[in-house]
């Protein structure tokens, strides 16, 4: 500072440091009267600074134990002990149809889902149950039912594929992991993870998926078999065989595509009632929603009414027009642990082999489960009004994975057809779910050996329809118009998932997300303004990322006009420094008084100066204000004259 500021920040280089061990106590203090020596006083002190965090870590432990046996916190970690003391029979009423209702919806689609993953049809069913009995106590959203969904179904089958035909072993070790991972995720209140995969990239992922999921199914519609799954070879194999399609199967495709459009329709009919009137009368409501129902059970009509026509043609001896699911084991599974080895046909599958062959599955099939979960969550929570806590969602699913892993399962979340089933149909509570696994297991007792009927065209057809709803497609014309550098994200994404797979698709898109999200702190725009001393203006904090470019800017600003210029640097927006920023201003201090240039910094907020005096930063001079800086320096160097005025901001946006 100048002589004659009293007001100002004093010379941080210049300040009189404290000894260790001393008993310097300030400006004003000298030496006490009852000083001991400097040995026993470091033992003092060293003895009250264990006991000192000794009290802290008992205090913080107690705490933290009073926390989690506290009522409100069992309250929160139980959800159902919140709304079961006011359930009602009315409550009751509505959850049972709306439970009934989405358990029409899961059964064709567990079985159709199952195909997806590369699994036998009952571990669909296997996974569509559990899940609903868990969530019902440890879920916070009346609305959201878990599940088998199109997502994970296709993630089981990319990261979870035994080598061993009809083998489980790899998807049901895939949902205990995934489990451990979301519940650890849950615990730790670590859902905000979520928040690091953009909008574009987890859009651009689905409508991918979709694609995929869909134009794998074309081979159920046209009966070809030995279809690959990697898209490319997907499409180019599909389209070879065109001329070996069965002509049974295209017709019946293409009856319960057409069919599953119409009965669609019905669900989403306005009947445009005069709201000044007195409404329809009973019966006109009874008639509306059974017209709903039957639009709500489409899938499952659509795939009765296939069967019916394959048991018919197989009853008159036509076994190889159609082709059919085939038998399929009737029950529930054994409940037990999954098996971490697998030995068939002198085939040894080793857990190392099995974790080995995962490998990312075990990190993206949480993440993604954790995505769709808190989405579907969020929308039907604002839409409702109502709240939920994504920690707890965590759990929840976390759980629900874990346990449903015993039961022969592959990784579950919550599906967004179901789910809006479910709040169409005046769900009340999560009890829903009870009604909706109850059903599962009762269609898994009885109606098994009639599932062996259903044709894998009508299946495909259910699939395609589902998943077709999933491509958004104006997505692209909302970012163009909204910000265009997201459209990087969104295409990279795409088609990285359709050329490379899905599984580095949405690691390539994460991280081209990242490094767009990133940018703007490590290289900052560059304004450039007339002033009377050399100012170099930051208007974000000082990280690692921008330290290498903040030192060229600086460097460039002492070189202007081919003269060795000082330089004020404005710190007023710092509000963080790293210590790889500390470091950056070490090397620029030494650079300019190489150069015999002065470099003042202006305007740091009290606590980075905190960080700065812990640094003791050598000959760091540092002012209240731009003006004071530029001040300072006229004294520091009395030959320097008035130069023409540049001003130097640092932009974040891009």
């Not at 009934?100 to 296997?126: E, N, S």
């Not at 070809?224 to 065989?241: A, G, N, Q």
């Not at 069967?307 to 197989?314: E, K």
């Amino acid at each position: 500072m100048s002589r004659d500021s009293g007001e100002r920040e004093p010379l941080l280089g210049n300040q009189p440091r404290k000894r260790a061990g001393s008993n310097y106590t300030g400006e004003e203090g000298g030496l006490s009267s009852n000083a001991l020596p400097p040995s026993h006083e470091r033992e003092t002190e060293e003895e009250e600074s264990i006991m000192g965090f000794t009290v802290v870590v008992k205090r913080a432990a107690k705490k933290q134990i009073n926390a989690c046996c506290s009522k409100e916190n069992l309250k929160t970690k139980l959800p159902i002990t919140k709304w079961l003391p006011k359930y009602s029979l009315q409550a009751l009423q509505c959850d049972l149809i709306a439970g009934l209702t989405v358990g029409l919806t899961v059964i064709p689609q567990g079985l159709a889902y199952a195909k997806i993953a590369d699994l036998p049809p009952q571990y669909g069913l296997y996974s569509a149950f559990m899940g609903c009995f868990v969530y019902c106590f440890l879920g916070t959203a009346k609305d959201i039912t878990l599940g088998p969904t199109a997502i994970m179904s296709l993630m089981t089958a990319t990261f979870a594929t035994s080598p061993i035909e009809e083998d489980a072993t790899y998807a049901i070790v895939l949902c205990l992991i995934t489990g451990c991972v979301q519940l650890l995720l849950g615990l730790l209140n670590l859902g905000i993870l979520v928040n690091f995969i953009s909008y574009p990239v987890i859009n651009a992922f689905t409508s991918a998926a979709a694609i995929t999921i869909g134009f794998g199914q074309v081979k159920g519609i046209l009966g070809l078999t030995h279809i690959p799954r990697d898209f490319p070879e997907m499409v180019y194999e599909t389209c070879k065989k065109i001329p070996e399609t069965k002509i049974w199967d295209l017709v019946m495709g293409l009856v319960c595509l057409a069919l599953l459009y119409v009965l669609k329709k019905l669900r989403t009919i306005n009947w445009n009632d005069d709201l000044d009137g007195p409404g329809p009368n009973r019966c006109v409501r009874f008639c509306r929603y059974l017209i709903w129902l039957i639009g709500t059970a489409s899938n499952a009509i659509v795939v009765i009414s296939a069967s019916g026509v394959a048991a018919i043609l197989i009853s008159q001896g036509k076994n190889n027009t159609l082709s059919i699911t085939g038998h399929l084991k009737p029950g529930l599974p054994d409940f037990k642990p999954p098996d971490f080895s697998y030995t068939k046909d002198n085939i040894t599958i080793t857990a190392s082999t099995i974790f080995s062959d995962i490998g990312a599955g075990f990190g993206i099939v949480p993440l993604l489960g954790l995505v769709e979960l808190i989405a579907i969550g969020k929308a039907f929570a604002r839409q409702n009004h109502y709240k939920i806590y994504p920690s707890q969602e965590l759990i929840a699913i976390g759980f629900a994975n874990i346990i449903s892993c015993f039961v022969g399962s592959y990784p579950v979340t919550g599906s967004f057809s179901r789910t809006a089933v479910n709040s169409q149909s005046g769900v009340k509570t999560p009890a829903s779910g009870i009604f909706t696994g109850v059903l599962i297991v009762l269609a898994l007792f009885t109606l098994t050996p009639l599932f062996y009927y259903i044709p894998k065209s009508a299946l495909s057809a259910v699939i395609i329809f589902s998943v077709i709803q999933m491509v958004d497609v104006m997505v692209v014309k909302k970012l163009w118009k909204t910000n265009k550098i997201d459209l990087i994200p969104l295409f990279i994404t795409f088609l990285s998932c359709l050329g490379v797979g899905m599984e580095y698709g949405i690691l390539i898109g994460i991280g081209v997300s990242m490094i767009i999200l990133l940018y703007p702190s490590a290289r900052p725009k560059i304004k450039v303004e007339p002033g009377g001393v050399k100012v170099v203006k930051l208007d974000q904090g000082l990280l690692f990322p921008a330290v290498e470019y903040l030192q060229e800017c600086v460097l460039e600003a002492n070189e202007a006009d081919g003269k060795n210029n000082s330089v004020v640097l404005d710190c007023s927006h710092v509000s963080a420094l790293d210590y790889t920023a500390i470091q950056g201003i070490t090397e620029l201090i030494v650079d300019f008084k190489s150069r015999e240039a002065k470099l003042v910094f202006a305007g740091f907020p009290k606590n980075v100066l905190k960080h700065l005096q812990v640094a003791d930063i050598p000959e760091l001079t540092v002012s209240s204000t731009v003006q004071e800086g530029c001040k300072l320096l006229q004294e520091l160097t009395p030959e320097f004259p008035g130069v023409q005025h540049i001003k130097v901001e640092f932009n974040s946006r891009l």
